[in-house]
């Protein structure tokens, strides 16, 4: 993968195949550590402390039709490349809480990517999930939460066409004044 928007798509992806009601991403930008922070929190299913053991493996996956979930094993590996690690922690019937630390300075650290599609690519795939997703670079702040969306919306479904197109230029808008330095 070439953008950290992928990694977050494919693991909060898994939150929702885990039957995650409320999905946490985290993006902390902090230039004067040489650090990147990226969490994904769900409430999901959560995973048993063996199959929890041997995640990272890249043969290690709950799917049926394909036997290899590559995707927390790279976003490791990556960590790793760029200085930093990866961990995940869960309790089954509680949810999972994945996080990867990486420095910024590193010559493998990839494009931060496409966020706002990515989010509303998750907000498409199951519109009843809340979907709060913070970034903070340095001391700016960015909070998107689709429980305060909905309210607003006040019976609009969320997936219209014309409520994705606004969350998007919203997301695209904002997300340029917090990354600018």
Known sequence: MKEFSLYILDIAQNSLKAGAKNVKIELDIDHSKDL??????????GMEEEFLSKVFDPFTTTRKERKVGLGLSF?????Q????????KSKKGIGTHVEGTFKISSVDLIP??????????????????NILFVIKVDEK?????????????????????????????????????????
């Open 112 to 129: 931060i990517g496409d966020i706002p599609s990515t989010i509303i690519s998750l907000i498409i795939s199951d519109s009843e999930v």
């Open 36 to 45: 990147l922070t990226v969490i994904v929190d769900d409430d999901g299913c």
């Open 75 to 79: 976003f490791k590996e990556l960590a």
């Open 141 to 181: 702040i960015f909070k998107f939460d689709t429980v305060e969306i909905k309210k607003v919306l006040d019976g609009v479904k969320i997936t219209e066409p014309s409520v994705l197109k606004w969350l998007l230029e919203y997301l695209t808008e904002n997300l340029k004044c917090v990354m600018e330095v």
């Open 81 to 88: 490349q760029c200085g930093g690690d990866a961990k995940i």
